[in-house]
């Protein structure tokens, strides 16, 4: 039996303590699908923990996030929309001399000023060429986790075509005594003994970025402890069996965090985030079983499957909880967001796309954001805008490929239901029926497609010639943001980077490279 937070936060014992600067948790998921917890009405993958939280928070049902993983982590880091920072087109690949621009502060850089310890657990994926670009500086107080985008869950090492070494690291040092140990319980055990040692006159900020669920190295793409795979023998499809499995790892170890953070007397004046990064790689590149069943498409399409995040808040501040929210956010929300709740000045951050959702969370006041930029990718020629309740996306990749609805829809385990399933009244998407021409209704690379998202979340029915006004008006503003673009700062694979030239070990290889003049 798993270990459930439900009756650990079912009764909200709201406080009218007067705390100081509340503790920040952040919690990534990498490549979750919107349909792979329970909250959102899936019995396939019990998640009574992340569960627990959302519904005694606010779950986001209108949240938003980037396609991929460096574009979105970016964007958190930063509040900024990736065109702005030079990262909208695909990912930080190991072997690439790039990162997130210098020139940009950091959540945790401003969140320190605040008077706030700082500490990352888990994935960067911002960057490592050179050392100014790794967590340590750039706000951080410590980091326990890799720099890259994805790994052996076991041993630790990340394969990039040819290429192979460790990429584990406690702040610049490698980790090297990690051989065995599952990532999911070593993040999560770091981030329990760093809110064990925190000393409580200063706040917390501690990032998790979970490894799980992304793929891991091709010999063998998913892992899983034993344990937790033999809860999942009902799932017949031997790759969904192991997914499901490492979901329910990554939720388990959520309530060990959690009630490190209760052992400790931190968790009345604690917010905690959970966020996934992009949407599950239900098919296509990184294909990891995921599911954002009923949603349209996968992880690296602006399709609501690609893009449409399944997030939550929790905190005993908030005094309006367990609800859905349908206000309009974007991951770039965070840092103004949470810079508010501690106490900071949001006009001194300077020009954001993110916008402060505090009080929209918190007091349940209407939200001031009515439009969100969802990607310009000018390589790959795709980009799509929300506005209102209308969705305009323009371009494919990969000639459409992965342009369709994936399961499995999770609503098999009846028998789980009433147990595992949401208590929140609109938490669950619900789709009118699929007409014929769904598939063949909008073909985006030729021209652009309408969709009204919010009755149909789906994305059935074009509604582009019956509205070419709003259609119209959408491409007008998608020319304003393009203007106002920095070009993708992508930089192809430099052969230095390679393990074989650094003990076998992914490092931040120029530092220790003589540049010549040719």
């Known amino acids: 039996m798993s270990m459930y937070l439900l009756q650990f936060f079912i009764i909200y014992a709201l406080s009218e303590t007067t705390f100081g600067k509340p503790n920040i948790i952040i919690l990534v998921a990498d490549d979750l699908g919107f349909n792979d917890v329970g909250v959102h009405g899936s019995t396939q993958i019990p998640t009574p923990n992340l569960n627990a939280l959302a519904q005694n928070g606010v779950l986001l049902n209108n949240y938003y996030v980037c396609p991929v993983c460096s574009p979105s982590r970016g964007a958190l880091m930063t509040g900024l929309y990736p065109i702005h920072t030079g990262m909208q087109h695909d990912v930080i690949f190991v072997d690439q001399p790039w990162g997130l621009p210098l020139t940009h502060t950091l959540l945790p850089q401003h969140l320190r000023k605040l008077g706030y310890a700082t500490h990352a657990v888990g994935k960067w994926h911002l960057g490592f060429f050179r050392k100014e670009y790794t967590p340590v500086y750039r706000g951080f107080d410590s980091h326990y986790g890799y720099w890259g985008g994805k790994e052996d869950y076991y041993d630790h090492t990340q394969q990039m075509g040819k290429l192979w070494g460790l990429d584990f690291r406690q702040n610049m040092k490698p980790v090297t005594d990690g051989l065995g140990k599952y990532s999911t319980f070593l993040f999560a055990d770091k981030a329990v003994n760093i809110i064990r040692n925190h000393n409580t006159s200063k706040p917390l900020f501690l990032y998790v970025a979970y490894q799980a669920v992304h793929s891991a190295n091709l010999y063998a793409p998913l892992q899983a402890p034993l344990k937790y795979v033999k809860r999942f023998l009902h799932i ?117 796309d993110g916008y402060n959702m505090w009080d929209t969370l918190s007091l349940k006041k209407p939200s001031s954001r009515s439009e969100v930029l969802l990607n310009i990718d000018p390589i790959n020629r795709v980009s799509a805008l929300r506005v209102g309740n209308f969705k305009l996306i323009q371009g494919t990749i990969y000639s459409g490929k992965w342009d369709g609805w994936y399961g499995p829809s999770g609503r098999e385990n009846k028998s789980m239901h009433e147990i595992f399933d949401s208590k929140l009244p609109g938490a669950e998407i ?51 943001y393009n203007s106002t673009a920095v070009p993708p700062g992508n930089k192809p694979m430099d052969p230095r980077s390679n393990p074989k030239y650094h003990n076998y070990q992914w490092t931040n290889w120029m530092d220790y490279v003589v540049e010549t003049n040719v």
């Not at 995040?309 to 103004?336: C, E, N, Q």
């Not at 019956?466 to 119209?472: C, G, L, Y």
């Open 430 to 480: 619900v789709c009118k029926p699929k007409p014929a021409n769904a598939s063949s209704n909008c073909k985006p690379a030729k021209k652009p497609c309408l969709f009204d998202v919010m009755e149909d979340p789906c994305e059935y029915y074009n509604l582009a010639d019956d509205h070419p006004e709003i259609v119209e008006m959408m491409l007008n503003k998608l020319y304003k």
């Open 236 to 352: 017949k499809d031997k790759n969904r069996r192991l997914f499901a499995a490492m979901v329910a790892a990554m939720d388990d170890s959520v309530y060990n965090i959690m009630t490190a953070l209760k052992d400790k007397k931190m968790d009345q004046n604690s917010i905690i985030i959970f966020t996934t990064d992009n949407g599950g790689p239900a098919a296509g590149f990184n294909d990891n079983a995921a599911s954002n069943w009923p949603l349209r498409g996968v992880k690296a399409t602006l399709w609501e499957g690609g893009v449409r995040g399944l997030s939550f808040i929790w905190s005993h501040l908030i005094k309006y909880p367990a609800r859905v929210s349908m206000d309009l956010m974007h991951i770039t929300d965070w840092l103004p967001t949470l810079y508010r709740a501690a106490g900071g000045n949001v006009s001194s951050l300077g020009k954001l």
